[in-house]
C-alpha cells in the first residue's frame, strides 16, 4: 500500500457509511460438474452499504449496454470480504437489481471503490 491508499481508503469507506444505502448485495460462486454438465450458482447474501444509487446521464443511455432505468453505485472495497462482480444481485429497498459491470476505482495501487452498473426488472 503507499501513502495514498493509507490515506484514501478509510475516507472512501467513511463517506459510503456516513452517506451510503443499506443493501442485501449477493454474489455468486459458480461451479461445473463435468460430469453432469451442470452449471451450479450458490448464493451467499451480505448486508452492505453503497453509494447513493442514482440514474445515468441521459447521454449515456444507449439502449444496449446502457437502458432507461439502469442505476449507478458504488461500493467501499475496505473490510469487503467478496469482490463484486457482472452477474450478483442488489436488493435496494424491495426491488432486486442485476449487477451489470463493475469497474474498480483505485487510489495508488488498491482498489477503493467498485463501481457498479445496476438494471432492474423490466429494463
Known sequence: MTDLDD????KALA???KFGKSVTWTAYAESF???TSVNTRTPTARTATIKPPQAFRQ???DGDLVRVGDLKTGIAASGLSFTPKTGDTVL???VTYEVMAVWPIYS???VAVYDAQLRGPGS
Not at 7 to 10: A, E, R
Open 59 to 61: 447521454g449515456y443511455v
Open 108 to 110: 495508488g495501487t488498491s
Open 7 to 10: 490515506k484514501m481508503l478509510p
Open 92 to 94: 435496494l429497498d424491495t
Open 33 to 35: 460438474n463435468p460430469a
Open 15 to 17: 463517506l459510503i457509511a
